[in-house]
């Protein structure tokens, strides 16, 4: 009880009044004043779990570094936020290490089987079967997670890996307090959840209904497997019993995934993507992840326009992100992929030279459709917006961003049983047929089409903003596609605006990606404003709440951090 009790002294501190949600809406919030940053000299953690921060802050408190936190926060995120934090799925982290002066980029993403083929999706009509896509065994890719995490640790952390799962484990075998935000994601999940006997044994009661606000969820099948893991470390899971129990799973369900599959799996460190910004220096993840290319080119262009002297979220501020914003999701059409599997032109895409050809193009009162820019049709569906993101930096100097999902909430729905993990269902993720959209709306090209052990295409972009060599903001978010727009705004609204992180994440944000040619805008804009884009020939459509950044930035020897308001839960917290 003390955890809701502190959650609701948070909220009335903070003046937010939540607007009554129902099953087709996201909550969103009714912004009532601007919020002044977290605080702190020692170090910061912010995340989308009050208890993964908690469980964070301790590692740094402790003398443990960035990635120590990193580490601790993602054990953690899978017990405590179980629809979106796992063991099950995959991610990026990208890691500033001050003690190299260097950035990196570490690669998570799941593969494809070995067993997968760039067809076994469509249905005999051709066309693609979206249970089997989304909620079937053979929508799990290779789960990352665990190595990722290790990897991590064994790298560049200082603690053991012990010592970073015993928060999961202590709150997986102990039981948690379940909050309005648990309870209410159960009750949306269940008509997925219900499919497996294992997910409905975990987070339902015997007569089917979800532990409600207030009572104790204990999840002992998890707390084991993390016993394992910490006592055997990644061979449990990928050679050992856990993988044991994952593969008599798939055989009994047609799933794909064999014992090879998870013995072979191995995270890779990549070089990130670099780009600048008005005099910032700006890291992000490189393919699969197709956000840092995409964030980079459109800071690029953007840089050609005035937008402080425009204004914020002004109808010629707008307007320049919006035709910007179409002319980078045409090329994520076009060019992204796994660059293990195909050639990517990142280096033209990141190119001053090439958003310089392109904000040429840009017509400072009049639209591009998009049918102009590249033409295509769409196929739409629903989104999911189920990732999450933390950010943490350490009186070292050392910087984490994180961003990992199972991709839909808990992912396909379906939990190993015995195990306690749920599988993700990011096969979505790739093109399963060449010119339909997949879950988040986004048309798939060629070169993200599905091949054995191939990455699949991600939104995801963990990002670390430099300024005079060392890490000034670290950002990030979930929301599918409106991820790379969301991460570009939280840029923007610090550096062309001059906004501290709170008032920068609590700004109202936008979104377009080139089809459905549309923009997106969350509840609060002027009317007027909204007349002016609609002149310029925009169509214009009220969205639900974008993104739920955690950021933080270090100026001037102090640490200055922001939850976003957007999703119930998050906290950021330093020392």
């Not at 190595?147 to 200082?158: I, P, V």
């Not at 293990?340 to 990141?350: A, E, K, T």
Request: with cysteine; charged share 20%.
């Amino acid at each position: 009880m003390l955890k809701i009790a502190k959650r609701l002294i948070l909220i009335f501190c903070l003046n937010i009044t939540p607007i009554k949600v129902t099953a087709q809406d996201t909550p969103i919030y009714d912004y009532q004043s601007i919020f002044h940053p977290v605080i702190s000299k020692n170090g910061m953690v912010a995340s989308q779990e009050d208890l993964a921060t908690q469980a964070g802050l301790e590692v740094l408190k402790e003398g443990g570094n960035a990635i120590d936190a990193a580490v601790t926060i993602g054990f953690t995120l899978a017990v405590t936020l179980p629809r979106a934090g796992n063991l099950g799925g995959g991610g990026f982290m990208l890691i500033h290490l001050a003690d190299q002066q260097k950035t990196v980029a570490l690669d998570y993403r799941e593969k494809a089987p070995l067993a997968a083929t760039v067809d076994m999706f469509l249905d005999e009509n051709g066309e693609v079967d979206q249970q089997k896509i989304k909620f079937s065994y053979q929508a799990a890719g290779v789960p990352g997670t665990v190595a990722g995490l290790a990897m991590a640790l064994e790298k560049y952390g200082t603690i053991s890996l012990k010592r970073a799962l015993q928060p999961a484990i202590e709150l997986a075998e102990n039981g948690m307090i379940v909050d309005e935000d648990l309870y209410n994601s159960l009750v949306f999940a269940k008509r997925n959840l219900q499919k497996s006997p294992a997910s409905l044994a975990i987070f339902y009661k015997a007569d089917g209904s979800p532990y409600k606000i207030g009572e104790i969820l204990k999840q002992p099948d998890l707390a084991n497997s993390l016993k394992l893991i910490a006592n055997q470390g990644i061979e449990a899971f990928y050679q050992g019993k856990i993988a044991d129990k994952i593969v008599k799973d798939m055989e009994a369900n047609n799933g794909l995934i064999t014992k090879e599959d998870l013995a072979k799996y191995k995270p890779i460190i990549r070089e990130p993507i670099e780009g600048t910004y008005r005099g910032h220096k700006v890291y992000s993840m490189p393919p699969p992840s197709s956000g840092g290319v995409h964030l980079i080119q459109m800071l690029n262009i953007l840089e050609k326009f005035p937008i402080q002297s425009l204004g914020h979220n002004t109808a010629s501020t707008l307007h320049l992100m919006v035709e910007t914003m179409k002319f980078a999701y045409s090329d994520r059409f076009r060019f992204m992929g796994d660059t293990d599997f195909v050639d990517v032109p990142i280096n033209r895409l990141i190119s001053k030279e090439y958003a310089n050809q392109i904000a040429q193009k840009i017509n400072l009162d009049q639209v591009i459709p998009s049918k102009n820019i590249l033409p295509q049709p769409v196929f739409q569906s629903n989104e999911s917006t189920e990732t999450t993101h933390y950010s943490i930096m350490d009186s070292y100097g050392n910087a984490v961003a994180n961003t990992y999902t199972l991709n839909f909430s808990y992912g396909s729905g379906l939990t190993v049983p015995g195990t306690g993990i749920l599988l993700n269902n990011q096969m979505d993720d790739f093109t399963a047929k060449l010119r339909a959209s997949n879950a988040h709306e986004l048309i798939g090209g060629k070169n993200n089409s599905i091949a054995p052990e191939k990455r699949m295409l991600s939104s995801m972009t963990p990002t670390i903003v430099m300024k005079e060599g060392k890490p000034w903001l670290v950002t990030g978010s979930p929301g599918g596609s409106r991820i790379i727009t969301t991460t570009l705004q939280i840029i923007m609204n610090v550096i062309d605006h001059e906004m501290n992180i709170a008032e920068a994440t609590n700004a109202t944000r936008i979104h377009h990606q080139w089809f459905p040619d549309q923009i997106r805008l969350e509840r609060g804009f002027n009317g007027d404003t909204i007349d002016l884009l609609e002149n310029k020939g925009h169509t214009v459509k009220s969205s639900f709440a974008m993104g739920s950044t955690q950021s933080i930035m270090s100026e001037k020897g102090q640490f200055y951090g922001a939850s976003d308001p957007r999703r119930p839960g998050a906290l950021t917290l330093g020392y």
